[in-house]
């Protein structure tokens, strides 16, 4: 597990996983932007959540709303009234905090006082058109959630489908954040996973058994990204400190290196959201169940998961360093490795020819394209053997194919696995059926 942050923000910098944003004009305050290995790694932790929970469902259906919404979603859902944090200034520098976020070293370093706390309005505002008057005032959405709700009739009469369901949405959120940081962390334009799921207010076993196993749902997803149960926390946030739409809300804080904090979260919103959008969109939201004749404003449990942290996780808990032997007898060296699930790895596959020989050249290139039809697949020439080796385990890939003279005769290739740094000598013409059978254990 990663301990320092810094060795993460480089490393990811040096090998494209994630970079400072619009770094060539000195960069944008915490905007951070993907690279490469990034969005292949974002990808599939938002395919993989995808799969999971909506397409290997009967019971789910997605979404994908625009990203402004008519301003009144805001008046209904009570962002533009609630949504704010409460934020004080130094009098003597004029940094800004959050009132539950003030820096220790700020008041070791600047040592200024602070002022009463504001409340502050955390949507980000812009102008729709080419006037800018009040009336074109709109906001850009600070959670995916609403859509679910301002759609939800719609998504009910195109899919026929009866509670319980729910629509599922991964998408961009943007915050005015005061303190963004801890790298992508917290920044004022990230992604979210989210899950509004509807259920009777009646229905067996009460909304508490529909929370508790969504509970478990999450639970099964942190395991599938591999995050390690003790690093996991579980918060019940009390009575008076919950969100205005609350009424049970449970906050997953992971241990990130700086600090244990939150990841993920779990709400019972009741029907706080169906019953404004009906008071001020004037739609009825009611739904008749066919069966019982029951006429009702559904509930909601929301599983919420910011895709951001989730990347953040993934990279904090699958960082290791281990002394490893080189390839010079009795000798250790200090090796990265990024133990990343296989299904979660960016590049599956290495190709390696052993030297840049022209003969290794041509029937290294047609591996590799033969692999690209199923796997992302990373051919690197450059360097010693040894030096590519440590670059792909800095990076999570999985096995590296190294093609050498023998292989020209033998017509076999060595399969080097990241963990164990086992070698085995595989036929080229049965490569790709074993690597297919890997990825599939
Ligand atoms: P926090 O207390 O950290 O500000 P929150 O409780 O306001 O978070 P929610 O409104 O519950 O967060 O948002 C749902 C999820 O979206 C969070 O669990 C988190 O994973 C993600 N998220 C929220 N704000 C940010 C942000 N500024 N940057 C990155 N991810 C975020």
């Known amino acids: 597990m990663l301990k320092d942050i810094e060795q ?14 619009s770094e060539i ?22 395919q993989a959540w995808w799969r999971m929970f909506v397409q290997q469902r009967g019971d789910m259906v997605g979404i994908d709303a625009a990203l402004i919404m008519n301003p009144k979603v805001w008046e209904a859902s009570g962002h533009l009234k609630n949504f704010t944090d409460p934020l004080v200034e130094c009098k003597k520098c004029h940094t800004r905090f959050r009132v539950d976020q003030i820096s220790e070293n700020h008041a070791k370093e600047c040592g200024g006082t602070l002022t009463e706390a504001k409340m502050f309005n955390m949507m980000l505002k812009t102008h729709l058109g080419p006037v800018e008057d009040e009336a074109s005032v709109v906001y850009f959405r600070p959670e995916t959630a609403q859509a679910m709700f301002v759609d939800f009739k719609s998504v009910l009469n195109a899919t026929r489908q009866r509670i319980p369901v729910g629509i599922a949405q991964i998408g961009k959120a943007f915050r005015n954040e005061i303190t963004p940081g801890n790298y992508i962390f917290r920044t004022r334009e990230f992604e979210q996973m989210e899950i509004e799921y509807f259920i009777s207010p009646s229905a067996k076993g009460g909304w508490e058994e529909q929370f508790d196993y969504w509970l478990e749902q999450m639970k099964n997803w942190m395991k599938f990204l591999g995050l390690k ?9 009390p009575d008076g400190e919950r969100a205005h739409y609350s009424k049970r809300t449970i906050d997953i804080d992971y241990d990130f290196p ?3 904090k939150e990841l993920y979260g779990i709400a019972y919103r009741a029907d706080f959201d169906l019953k404004n959008h009906q008071e001020f969109s004037k739609e009825d939201m009611n739904y008749t169940d066919p069966t019982t004749n029951e006429k009702f404003i559904p509930h909601v449990i929301e599983p919420t998961f910011g895709v951001d942290r ?23 060296e200090k090796r990265v490795v990024l133990r990343l699930p296989k299904y979660l790895a960016p590049i599956k596959i290495a190709v390696l020819p052993l030297s840049k020989k022209p003969e290794l050249e041509g029937i290294s290139k047609s591996i590799a394209d033969e692999l690209r039809k199923h796997f992302t697949v990373n ?7 040894g030096k590519r080796y440590r670059r792909q385990d800095e990076i999570g890939t999985p096995y590296c194919t190294t093609v050498d003279f023998d292989s020209l005769d033998d017509k076999k290739v060595t399969v080097r696995e990241r963990d164990s740094m086992k070698q085995e000598r595989i036929t080229i013409s049965e490569l790709t059926s074993y690597f297919i059978d890997k990825f599939n254990s």
Do not use: C, M
Not at 25 to 46: M, R
Not at 229 to 237: N, P, Q
Not at 312 to 329: G, I, N, Q, R, S
């Open 310 to 332: 989730s990347v953040l996780a993934v990279l904090v808990e699958h960082y290791d360093e281990e002394d490893a032997p080189t390839a010079e007898k009795g000798e250790t």
């Open 258 to 260: 700086f600090g244990t």
């Open 379 to 385: 051919y690197d020439e450059t360097q010693s053997i």
């Open 8 to 21: 993460l923000i480089s490393l990811a910098k040096r090998r494209g996983f994630i970079f400072p944003g």
């Open 25 to 46: 004009y000195g960069g944008l305050a915490n905007s951070w932007d993907y690279g490469p290995l990034g969005v292949e790694l974002k990808n599939n932790i938002k």
């Open 229 to 237: 149960s003790e690093h996991i926390h579980f918060r019940e946030i």
